[in-house]
C-alpha cells in the first residue's frame, strides 16, 4: 500500500507516470463499473454505473491513505468495515434512486430564490446545527 501512494505521489509530478496510472485506473474504474451493472438486481444505466465504481474507488484510496497515516491494518478492522459499509449502501440502493447528483432537501435554485444557500459554518439550509 505504501508503494501505491509514493507511486501516486509521484504520479502527481511526472507526466508519464501520470498517463501510466490513468490508464490503470480507467482499467480498474472500467472492471468495478462492470461488476456493479452484474451485481443489481435491476438493469442500472452505464452512468449509475461509472458513478458508483468512481464512488468506490475514490473510498478504496482514502481508505488506504487513512490506513498508511494511522499505521492501520488494511485488511482488518475499520477500513474493511468501512468499505462494508460503502458497498452496502451502494448496491442496495434501487437503480433509478442515483441521478448522479448529490441530494439535497432543497435544490440550489430554491436557494437561490430565497437569498438562503447556506454557508460552510452554517451548513445547507435546513441542517441541523
Do not use: E, Y
Not at 482499467?27 to 468495478?32: A, E, K, Y
Not at 475514490?58 to 487513512?66: E, M, W
Not at 448529490?102 to 447556506?118: E, I, L, N, W
Amino acid at each position: 500500500m505504501r508503494i501505491q501512494l509514493a507511486f501516486a505521489a509521484k504520479a502527481a509530478t511526472t507526466p508519464a507516470i501520470a498517463r501510466l496510472q490513468r490508464t490503470v485506473l480507467d482499467d480498474v474504474r472500467r472492471s468495478i463499473a462492470t461488476a456493479f451493472g452484474a451485481a443489481w438486481t435491476q438493469p442500472a444505466d452505464s452512468h449509475r454505473c461509472s458513478l458508483a465504481a468512481a464512488a468506490v474507488l475514490a473510498a478504496v484510496d482514502g481508505l488506504a491513505l487513512h490506513a498508511v497515516s494511522a499505521d492501520l491494518n488494511p485488511t482488518q478492522g475499520q477500513p474493511v468495515a468501512a468499505l462494508d459499509l460503502i458497498l452496502t449502501a451502494i448496491l442496495d440502493k434501487p437503480a433509478g434512486s442515483m441521478s448522479g447528483r448529490p441530494s439535497m432537501t432543497r435544490t440550489t435554485k430554491d436557494a437561490r430564490s430565497t437569498g438562503d444557500a447556506g454557508s460552510p459554518a452554517t451548513g445547507p439550509p435546513g441542517a441541523r446545527r
